[in-house]
């Protein structure tokens, strides 16, 4: 269907094709599923009302406020059959593989979308819901728990998501982070503990690990923060190899489990869920205010320089 977009999120994926890319946008070779080859519109964090349905669309309406995941599996091969459609095998998103939503319309697959205006909320909240899923498809995959103790590596565009997520699951949520603005964000949003290093009491005991800043040495603190049994997922991409003593992982029995993508069916409307059963106030730390579509570059630069700068950045391509 076709979006009118109404808010976008800008985030770390976003800043560094546009700086150091292309990796995965097909601007050199061509998308073996979207078939995409050439320059991109980027974009895959939005919100907007829908203004055309297809032929085939169903449970939405010209008008409707609705949010998107971004993402696309296909629903037929062998991973979306058995419900594991974050691994299917054409999966692929707008904005990263296929034009995205920094530009006045875009379309977009209907059954990566919600409705979400009947639920109030706003079109910039709306936009949220993208990362938010990242975050809730994260915590799905480490098996997340009430009674577990979950450490948060780097609280940034999905990390503060988590951290929310984890907390409303009942977790202790104990926040990272070497910036003292976003330990704020973290603490606010329910974490027992923020620090910029990790308290001792969870070095080698920790239940769920989520490592999302991408580094070496948030990889280096994840690992020792992990306890028996506990589970450790790779949210952040790493730019390198790791050397990893293995045998600590056989020994007490942990596990390290990676993390790729969202599953629209489900991690949608939890996403949505979480978001729309905060006070709106919540998410104004992160995303505390919406930028021209004109100053997206300066943006997307300061993004990728670690410039400071809000948690999320958010942009109107509206005139």
């Known amino acids: ?6 808010t976008v999120g800008v985030c770390g994926t976003d800043a560094g094709e546009f700086t150091h890319g292309p990796k995965l946008f097909p601007i050199s070779v061509r998308h073996p599923v979207t078939g995409h080859l050439g320059p991109m519109i980027p974009g895959h964090e939005f919100s907007g009302r829908v203004v055309e349905l297809g032929d085939a669309v169903e449970g939405f309406a010209v008008g409707d406020l ?31 593989n296929r034009d995205g939503a920094l530009a006045e319309y ?71 982070d070497l910036r003292p603005e976003r330990r704020g964000v973290a603490a606010n949003l329910g974490a027992i503990v923020t620090a910029d290093t990790p308290p001792e ?3 080698g005991s920790t239940d769920v690990v989520l490592e999302i800043s991408g580094t070496d040495a948030g990889m280096r603190t994840a690992l020792s923060c992990l306890g028996p049994g506990g589970r450790l997922v790779a949210v952040g991409f790493q730019k390198g190899p790791l050397l990893l003593d293995v045998i600590d992982l056989t020994l007490a029995e942990q596990q390290l489990i990676g993390t790729n993508g969202v599953d629209p069916a489900t991690d949608l409307p939890d996403a949505v869920r979480l978001i729309s059963a905060a006070a709106p106030d919540t998410w104004h730390d992160i995303a505390p205010t919406v930028i021209p579509l004109e100053d997206v570059a300066a943006a997307l630069g300061a993004i990728a320089s670690g410039d400071g700068g809000p948690i999320k950045t958010l942009v109107s391509p509206r005139p």
């Open 201 to 203: 009491y969870v070095l």
């Open 106 to 176: 875009c379309a977009v697959p209907a059954r990566s979308c919600m409705e979400v205006g009947t639920l109030g909320l706003t079109r910039e909240i709306a936009a949220l819901a993208q990362p938010m899923s990242i975050a809730v498809h994260a915590l799905r995959r480490a098996g997340l728990t009430g009674d577990d103790t979950v450490v948060v590596v780097g609280v940034g565009g999905v990390g503060a998501f988590a951290v929310h997520a984890a907390v409303a699951a009942g977790a202790s949520v104990v926040a990272l």
């Open 1 to 6: 269907m076709l979006l009118q977009v109404e």
């Open 66 to 96: 609705v949010a998107s995941a971004g993402s696309s599996p296909c629903g037929s091969c062998r991973f979306c059959r058995r419900g594991l459609a974050s691994r299917c095998e054409r999966y692929w998103s707008v904005g990263l």
